[in-house]
């Protein structure tokens, strides 16, 4: 079992990086990917879980835009940490998150919504990458709404006239960026975040001019159409082909190891990185 896209309370997800590693290793999994958004905080308490058989593929979900406003979400696996540069992009992010936030809030306060900083503040575990699923928590603590699946389904949406976007680097910078830190990029579920926009081989061509490696095929988000579709433009491109779970604990139905990635594609993905940085026991 392979799942390379996983969260934490380190951002958005609800386990702590020792309790996803333990369900990791209680249900058998032979890697697994910590992918927090924006950050590398989940990887030393992730190292100090590992025992037994399990590999661990440390990493980071990069928050993207492209130049027309489209968000896409890059994975980073197997890049130096204490790279000095990437730790500086991602935390220009994190950082971007806070007006954002700020703007999302007045927007509601300014449609009659009870509901504050301080009230997502405390919804937040300390530390955490903020965002948009610690806002839905903030709105269920205050009884505006029952679940998060229920914000993302109506106010909390990308088309939401609630939704700001946040500073972030392009899909492009992005993977120049993990490149150079020695990792390997794979765009995360492509079809799932661009869907209402156009999207041809040409985009994903050009991500693979700047070195994209790899393509989440396999997830929740994506239909059976799509992954067919994505399987082809891998195919063509030359790029891996993964799958995963994206699991974020209780705050989000996705549940640790509903979709994986093939071992001749890991081991293709693992051979492509500047370092062999995978972490065992
Ligand atoms: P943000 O990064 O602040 O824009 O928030 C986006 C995050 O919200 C993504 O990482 C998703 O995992 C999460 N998200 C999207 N839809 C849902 C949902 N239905 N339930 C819970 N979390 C979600
Ligand atoms: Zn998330
Ligand atoms: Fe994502
Ligand atoms: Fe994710």
Not at 55 to 83: N, W
Not at 164 to 193: D, F, N, Y
């Amino acid at each position: 079992m392979i799942d390379l896209h996983t969260h934490t309370n380190k951002s958005d997800g609800t386990d702590s990086p020792r309790e996803l590693v333990n369900k990791a290793i209680s249900m058998g999994m032979k890697v697994l990917g910590v992918t927090d958004h924006d950050t590398t905080s989940s990887w030393q308490e992730a190292i100090d879980s590992v025992r037994g058989d399990i590999s661990l593929a440390l990493g980071s979900e990069i928050s993207c835009l492209t130049d027309e406003g489209t968000s896409v979400h890059m994975l980073g696996l197997l890049f130096d940490g204490q790279h000095q540069e990437m730790q500086i992009m991602l935390e220009e992010t994190r950082d971007g998150r806070l007006p954002r936030m700020r703007k999302m809030i007045e927007k509601m306060r300014a449609a009659g919504m009870d509901i504050s900083m301080s009230d997502v503040e405390a919804a937040r575990p300390a530390g955490a990458t903020l965002g948009r699923p610690h806002l839905a928590d903030a709105l269920v603590n205050k009884g505006i709404i029952k679940s998060r699946d229920e914000a993302f389904q109506g106010m909390l949406n990308n088309d939401s006239v609630f939704y700001v976007s946040h500073a972030a680097p392009t899909p492009i910078e992005a993977i120049k960026m993990i490149r150079s830190a020695g990792g390997v990029a794979v765009i995360a579920h492509p079809l799932a975040s661009l869907r209402g926009h156009s999207l041809d081989v040409s985009s994903f061509q050009e991500l693979a001019d700047a070195g994209l490696h790899g393509i989440e095929v396999d997830h929740r988000d994506q239909s059976p159409d799509e992954r067919t579709m994505l399987r082809v433009i891998a195919q063509e491109l030359g790029l891996v082909v993964t799958g995963a779970s994206d699991y974020h604990g209780n705050g989000k139905l996705n549940s640790l190891g509903e979709f994986l990635t093939a071992p001749d594609q890991w081991e293709k993905l693992e051979s492509l990185a500047l370092e062999r940085r995978v972490v065992r026991a």
